[in-house]
């Protein structure tokens, strides 16, 4: 079921012209050019691994709504993209399913600011953990992914990115779990971490 095509959209948001419309602009978003890792590309990955994960979601449906809007604001030169992204879905969804719905989803996209879910937050766990399975990908996957996210961040100097960037590897090395569902914890955080702990070294060794 995993995809982006409207037919996907449509068996959680419904056919209405308003559906119609919401589908285009959220396809629109994560067209935008300036994107080089989080396009419809990292969208589709992200729902196809929420389907293999979904039995271990509480409401698979408001998951994938999530997904959808994860990332529909993406600005480099910002910070907020996740709050952005957020009221971006409370707006687009209006309409289109139950109200309980949209709270699920804009407290689900918020969660993917720190990918910190509560330990009984089984909706959080799945999402956080089809967003970070990128990280466990075999070496020269991962690496290319990493050198997507720097040529979205262009407009930073190679300082000021590896910087950051730093801050982000160590916070993802430091949280309880990288990864909540008991499958994706398994066959994941091991090549994960490895992923992780040798960019972190990569970046360390640069000259300031």
Known sequence: MAGVDFEHWTQLA??????????????GAWSEPHRRYHD???????LGIIDSL??????????????????VAYDPARGDNEEVSAGRARIGLVGLV?????AEVERL????AGHDPQPDDANGAVLCDA???VLASPAPAYVAYASA????YGHLSDAEFTAGRIAVLEHLLALPALFRTPAAAEQWTAPARA???????????RPS
């Open 98 to 102: 139950d109200d309980a719905t949209v």
């Open 14 to 27: 419904g056919d209405s012209p308003t559906s119609r419309t919401e589908w285009a602009a959220v396809v």
């Open 40 to 46: 419809l590309a990292h969208l589709t990955a992200v």
């Open 109 to 112: 996209v918020l969660l993917t």
């Open 149 to 152: 996210v720097r040529e979205e």
């Open 131 to 133: 967003d970070l399975a």
């Open 195 to 205: 992923n992780l702990a040798a960019e972190l070294s990569l970046l360390r060794a």
């Open 54 to 71: 979904a039995g271990a979601a509480a409401d698979p449906a408001a998951v994938r709504l999530a997904a959808w809007y994860h990332d």
